[in-house]
Nanobody, 123 residues
Framework: QVQLVESGGGLVQAGGSLRLSCAASGRSFSNYDMGWFRQAPGKDRDFVAGIGWSGASTYYADSVEGRVTISRDNAKNTVYLQMNSLKPDDTAVYYC????????????????WGQGTQVTVSS
């Protein structure tokens, strides 16, 4: 198990950018796939982006493709989510998650979660 702490959320105007960070503690961070999910009030928790343990493979939801980049620094035990051209629909709590194994990027395949960081995009 790893412990995860997100940071970097905030209030931004439409069209702006934010970079979220997720710091991991515990053993063998580089053995984990990492994902970013988001949850708006009254809605399900949705996949945003994922990255394999080595960083060689990345995956994105259609709704953010081309606007978001996920990356990781295994030496710093940190995963990042760079978000550009933000829209009001991107407003949500963003969660970082970790898993050892899995093939689908759904919340149920992740066993470790951070507490979330709020992102609010004003129009």
């Amino acid at each position: 198990q790893v412990q995860l702490v997100e940071s970097g959320g905030g209030l931004v105007q439409a069209g702006g950018s934010l970079r979220l960070s997720c710091a991991a503690s515990g053993r063998s961070f580089s053995n984990y796939d990492m994902g970013w999910f988001r949850q708006a009030p009254g809605k399900d928790r949705d996949f945003v982006a994922g990255i394999g343990w080595s960083g060689a493979s990345t995956y994105y939801a259609d709704s953010v493709e081309g606007r978001v980049t996920i990356s990781r620094d295994n030496a710093k035990n940190t995963v990042y989510l760079q978000m550009n051209s933000l829209k009001p629909d991107d407003t949500a709590v963003y969660y970082c998650a970790a898993r050892r194994y899995g093939t689908t990027w759904v919340p149920s395949s992740f066993g470790s979660w951070g507490q979330g960081t709020q992102v609010t995009v004003s129009s």
